[in-house]
């Protein structure tokens, strides 16, 4: 089975690529979710961070502050390296007990911070989603509710679309709509059925 890591930088549209493909057949794994999972109420996770940080990282339901964790993080590099010290080695733990129990063609998985953590030895190929910083902005903005300060902050904590696409061996670019996405997925859709490995941009 080929293994593709999909990332690309925060707004640049990896969730909806990611659907496409799963629209076509594709498995799908996503870093994201198993991090929302490991650091549930009563995750080892979960415990470690509000040891931690203390209790000010618990909501009124027992739950994790995330916005409050997030803005702990990106406001200190120390602190955020703890916490990627702590999930990330979890994480690639259980995409491997997925990829276990997968029988396809290929599959994708979708590590946002794939370029900044690096060490996932079991992938096969980097697909990168590329767009500009205007339209990432943009996009968080309108999906978050951030200030343009916030998505800044983000955006340097991020590694710069120049590096992650010197690492990419494909790219797909999301700067238009889905009528211009879908032919892209395609054209890489049927390469990784077929097992092909040559490098690729799809425009």
């Not at 309108?142 to 790219?171: G, K, M």
Request: aromatic content about 4%; charged content about 20%; glycine content about 4%.
């Amino acid at each position: 089975m080929l293994v593709i890591g999909l990332t690309g930088g925060i707004g640049s549209g990896k969730s909806t690529v990611a659907a496409l493909f799963e629209k076509l057949g594709a498995p799908i794994i996503d870093a994201d979710v198993i991090a929302r999972q490991l650091t549930q109420p009563h995750q080892p996770a979960f415990t470690r961070i509000i040891e931690h940080f203390g209790d000010k990282l618990t909501q009124s339901d027992g739950s994790l502050n995330r916005r409050l964790l997030r803005q702990l993080i990106f406001a200190d590099t120390t602190q955020r390296r703890w916490l990627e010290s702590l999930l990330h080695p979890l994480i690639r733990e259980c995409i491997q007990a997925q990829l276990n129990k997968l029988n396809a063609p290929y599959c994708l998985i979708v590590i946002p911070l794939l370029v900044e953590t690096g060490a996932y030895p079991f992938l096969d190929r980097i697909l990168v989603v590329d767009t500009l910083k205007e339209h990432q902005i943009a996009r968080v903005a309108a999906r978050d509710r951030l200030s343009v300060q916030d998505i800044h902050t983000l955006l340097q904590t991020q590694a710069n679309r120049e590096l992650r696409l010197s690492l990419a061996d494909d790219v797909i670019h999301n700067d238009h709509d889905l009528t211009d996405l879908m032919p892209q997925v395609m054209r890489l859709h049927e390469q990784y059925a077929q097992n092909k490995t040559a490098p690729t941009t799809t425009k």
